[in-house]
Every structure is written in structure tokens, then in C-alpha cells.
């Protein structure tokens, strides 16, 4: 039988999960995978106090790099900082990486995997989109015969949890937003999750295998829900729509442009349904059409199965290197991507001004496919304005921004107009 | 960059479009997996007519096992009598063997991998199950780390497609059936799908990756979708259900149970928005949970985009020997898989026959969740007879089969009475 030793570096819930995973039921993976897994040492800044474990503990992580008797490093700190640095040192002394950090690959990703090169090791990162579900391998193995052409992905479980929730139970953001933090699944400080950054992360991660591009989260345009009220929530579901946040990347010759946004998406769209804090990801190929991977996005458990199965396949030759060496297609910022539109305006009850508004639209060569007019809530004030909502046909973001610049100097609207994507893909 | 000399035999869709594939658009698979593959011989009964590529075509099948130039049988000839002296040849001959034929590897599959082991090469059959979605690979490679509780799939696209053009237009089983053969989605003699034959081969299949057990199709209890009918559908709708032919394996201590049957899904399960001819399977495991992998389940390109994934894997050394060896887990035909049950009766229209029937129930331990007696539809007619739906807890399908022969005996009970499943579990 194969075996491998490995260092762990980081013993929060992932690594405990991690080390109790191979520790505890060391039987799963060599009877599944043939291959022996043993943990030589841990690094953990606190020390052996936090390792449940009878293994060595060192509380200077870079002695996991120094340590000769190590296959494999495996890096769950996060961040850029000290992480990047054991990562670098580490390859650089022959060992293979598995990591769960979503930040060091989509900001340093390139620089990284060059140097693996240079050195005839793996760097394995199946944990750092979707969890538990195999979503790295499903791109770079099992859809390696076709041309990608985009992919729509729910990559964050706080934000799904959130938007489900308030879709579900009619509770407010901030609501939605509390039950996730008591549940554990939001952060005590959620703002990379909830203003977009993390789903941003992992979309340039995925644009790397899809497309070929650059491992550059920079390049990728993004928004929160933050700005996705309960009213959105209920017209979207009186309209045949989820709201999600989708990350959504796509190719045009050599141009990749990748972004993540709230999106309503149509109820008879697969990705509609995935509630929860589960996460989710459609892969439209040439020839064989779409293919979604559910499941867990996050958590110890699903988190620690990817690590393991990464390192199950280092044990057993790793991965081929593959993209053109050098060929990069560009991940590029302009949003050229087109998408029907949402937009929920709040127009003076006056003659007329639904009438200047559809004008509006007309005269920038927007086609409007629906346009609701709502009653006020305000019943019992004078109604001196009512919501107004309209669904365009595809228009590109670059477009949809001026659009809303030309919406704010009407002045028979009144609210600050919102706007979102709808993704109709079958 | 590595290379593969791959032999072809059966020049049917799913051929043409591997060669199709592989002739025409070499460079993704170069770029994307770090392979050159090549075709050193085409073997086809009915000759160089049938291949429309500049390639080496012989009419004699065990050529392409005695060509010692060639690394890699891909079998597509389908059934167990030629393809299979071709595999075991082939092997023989120190070749790898990838094939789509899952009626070869869920009844052979033990010898096959033997022969494979003790001649050092391997067997790809990812495109045995669901076509294009690589479940093969999810639960082999990327759930490595995990303990499989159960799966459930809906593995048959013609099958699939049939219930849903069923539930979307109120057609009927041969309506239905007919258009999905005019499609080109059924074979002009569908009996292998219609029956449930195609989907518990594949169940099989599934079986023995995620539970270690024999491959061994005919422990496999199933039923096809014939006895579905249009008020069935109707009355799933009602409840909150679609139906569905659902492959389920599930796994207590050493045991093991593989079943396919018409099954009611819950619409708040993913799989109960699975329509047309698509495939999705659920793999539910310790800790992490459930994912889902959903895509097209046939058809030439993504049947041809599973057998490249595998030409793919053998060129970067193949899958790890896995499974302890000789220790496998037992599959067995006894039904004791426990479902919720749906029960169409119809009762005659008098006194005392429904509390009859509910006693009935009542007297088998079996708690009733639901009963509706319907309207009669006969309502120009007497009124002899009426509808009455049943939802029961949860029984075996042991159990299930004695209360089917118990309500047979009821005299107050006009039809023959239809059960099926039900699929809850979150």
C-alpha cells in the first residue's frame, strides 16, 4: 500500500477534522483509496494544548517546512501572510501542498504554481471552492475532453443561507444574517462573505481550470446582497425567481470575464433550488451541455474530505500539468457579460411618469419584457409614490450602469433604483 | 507531454463521436489534460465504410487485441458475448481497457477486474453510469475520505424523460414513450430502460464503488415504470411529489441493498426537479452529507466525454487498486429497504369499505399519513367505485409486498391495487 506522511499546519475545526479523520478512521481511506495517510507533525501556534491528539506539535509552523520526513504540507491557517510563506518554503524543500486557502491561490495562485513546477511537486486545492463536493476535479478531470463555456456557481454558504432564509421565513437581512452567525455559519465579523469578496475568490480559482486564465481574483467584478431587500425577495418570487448570488464566468474567443452578483434566477433553473447554506455549480460544456455539482460548500467535515482526497491523489501521482504553458486567455474586468435585468424603481404617483420612464428605456434600445406597477404600501399616507418594477431584455453590465446613471436624473423617480441580473440559462 | 495509442472498437454514435473528438479537437485534451491521444486502429464489423475518418479500420475485432502498438482498448460494442473476449483478450494482451458497457461490468465486472489486476492494467468504465457527469470518479477519487450511507439516482434518460413529458403535458406512458423514440431518447425496442433492466445494471455498478460490494446485477431488485399511470402522476402532483425511478442502495453493517423502482419524490428534493432525459445522483455520507451530481445521462458526446476522462486518467497512471481485497460487503435481494408508501386504490362507493381498508392497515402495524378519497370520474355512471389515496410511514418493501396481497383479498377493493415508494430523505 501507498503511504504518505504529512505536517498539518492550522488546527482549527478544519485541521481538528482533518487529523481526526485520519486518526480515527484511517481504515476509510486506505480501503477506498490504498493509501496510507500518516500526520508526522502538527504546527500550531497555541500549541499542544489545542491538538487532541497524541502527534507531535511544534508551535513554529516553518519547522513543518524544515522537516524532512514530510511528503506533504498541509495548510489551513489562511491568509497571505505566514501562510504564503510556509507554502513557498515548503515547496521550495521538495514537499507537496494541500490547501484549503481560497486567498492565497486566487491572489498568488500563478507565482505558486510555477514554483511547484520548478520543483516537481503538487499543489492540491480542492478544498477551497465548494467543500466536500468535488467540483476542482469534476473541471480539471472528469469534463478534461470539453471547451467550457461558462459556468454559474452558488460558492457561498453564508449568503445562500442568508437569502434563503429571508425567502423562506420573510426575515430581514439582518435577521438572517444573525441566525446564521448563532448557527455557525456566518463569521462574527461576515463581511467577506456577505459583500462578495469570498464567492469572488473562488470564481477566479474556477476561471483558472475553466478557461485557462491567470489566477486573479483582482480581475473579477463583484457585489454583496446587502443591497437585496425583502420586498426584492417577494417581487422576485411573485415573478418565478430565487434571488442567489451567482458567480458567473464565461469565454468569447480569448476574453474571460468572470463576476459574482445577486441574480434572480428562474424557479426552473436547477441552481433556484438549492437552499440552505448549500452551495452549488452548473458547468455548460460544447457538446454535452450542463452539469451541476450540489452539495456542502463549507464546514469541517466537508472541508476535511477534500483535503483528503487531495492528498489521496498526490499519494497517487498527483495531477498532469496542463494549460498551454504560457498561452494565458485574458480574465479581463470591462463587464461585457449580458444579462436580462431586474429593476425595482419607486416612480412618483403622477401622470405620466411610468410613461417617461419606459421612454427612457426605449430610447437606450432597451426592450422591457415585463413592467409591474404595485400598489403603494403607504396606505393610509397620501400615495405619493409607487413601486414600479421592470424586466429588460439581456443587456450588458457596462450598459446597466448607465442605465441606472440615467434613471437617477429622472426625477419623477424617487428611490435610489436598484438593479439585478436574471440568469434564464437552460 | 505523454501519450496513448488507443484501439476503437464499435463505430456506433458514441464511437463516432470519440473519434470525432479525438480527431478534431486534439488540442483540448492536450491542454486540458496533458495527453496527446492517438488512434491506431478502428475496429468495425462492417468496415471502413462505417468510419468516416482517415484511420486504420479492421473488420476483425481481435485484431485491435493482438495489435501490440496499441495501449488502450475502448470497447463500445456493447453486450456480454464479443465484448467481452475482446476485454478479457485484450487484457491479456497488457492492455488498459476503458468501456461504456455497463451491462459487461455489472455482470463480469469481478473477473474482469481480476484478470485486469493480475496482468498490472486498468479498467475505465466511467461512462457506464450517467454519461457525462462523472459520479464514477466523484465517488471513487473526490468522496475518498467518506463512509457512503446510500444513494439514490435517476440513472435512465429515457425513463426519465418519459415520467416527465408524463407530469408536463398530461400525456400518456405510450404517448410519451413514442415521442421520446421519435427524439432519437428510446431505441426502437426500449424494453432495457422501460423495464428498469438499464438503471439497476447501473445501480450495480454504483454499488460496488460506494458500499465494496460484488458487481453483481441480478441481486438487484427493480421494476420498471410501465405500471405508472397518468392519475398516479396527477395525484403525486397533488401531494407535493413527482415521480420518478429512482436506484437506491443503501448499507447496514456487511449488508447491502440495491433496488430501482417508480418512486414519489418530495418537491423540496433536488432530484424531484430533474427533468427531461437527465441523469442526478445523490450520494449521501458520515459527516458531510449529501452532494448531488446531475447532467446528461446518454448520448454520443457525453458518453464520448466520459471515455476521454478515463483514456485521460490511464495516461497519468490510473486509478489506485482499492476495496480490501477479498473482504467485500454482501449485496442482497431481500427487500428490507424501508419507504413511505403510496397506495391507489379504488373502493366501492359504500359504507364501511374505507374504514375496512384502514383497519386493514391498521392491523399490519402500518400508520396511515395520509388518506383522500377522490370523486369518482365516472359521473354520468353509477357511481360504483371511488379513488381512495393512501400515504403510509415507513415499511419494507417485504412488508409492502404482504400488504399489496392482503389488500387483494379485500372484497370491497375493485382494482389491482399499485403501490410505490416514497423518497423523503433530506
New interface residues.
Partial sequence: M?SLKIGVCGVGNVGGAVLD?ITN?PD??R?????NIEVSQVGARKGKSVVPFDLDVTTNLMDIAANSDIDVLVELIGGCDLAKDLVEESIRKGKNVVTANKALISTHGDELFQLAKDHGVQIGF?ASVA????VI??L????????VNWFAGILNGTTNYILSKMSDDNSSFEDALKEAQDLGLAESDPTMDVDGTDAAQKASILSALAF?TPFDFRSVSYEGIESVSSDDILYAEELGYSIKHIAYGSIEGDEVHVSAYPTFVSNDQ?LS??GQQMNALEIS?D??????????GA?P??T???V??DL??I???G??????AGKKNKLLKEGKQEFSRYYNLEVKNEAGAIAKVSALFAASDISIEALIQKESKQTNQEQSHVPVIIITGPLSDLNALQMLENLGSVEEITNSVKQFRIHNAL
Avoid: F, H
Avoid at 480501503?31 to 493509501?35: A, E, K
Avoid at 467543500?131 to 468535488?134: E, H, I, L, R, V
Avoid at 495531477?319 to 498551454?324: A, D, M, R
Fill in positions: 501507498k479523520n478512521a476509510i481511506v480501503d477506498n483509496g490504498g493509501v480542492e467543500g466536500g463536493t468535488p476535479k469534476a480539471r478531470e472528469g469534463l478534461v475532453a470539453n471547451k485557462n436547477l433550488q438549492v460544456c457538446g454535452i451541455g450542463s452539469t451541476v455539482y450540489y452539495g456542502p464546514g467535515k466537508p476535511a474530505s477534500a483528503i482526497a489521496v491523489d499519494a497517487n501521482g495531477w498532469p500539468e496542463t494549460g498551454s
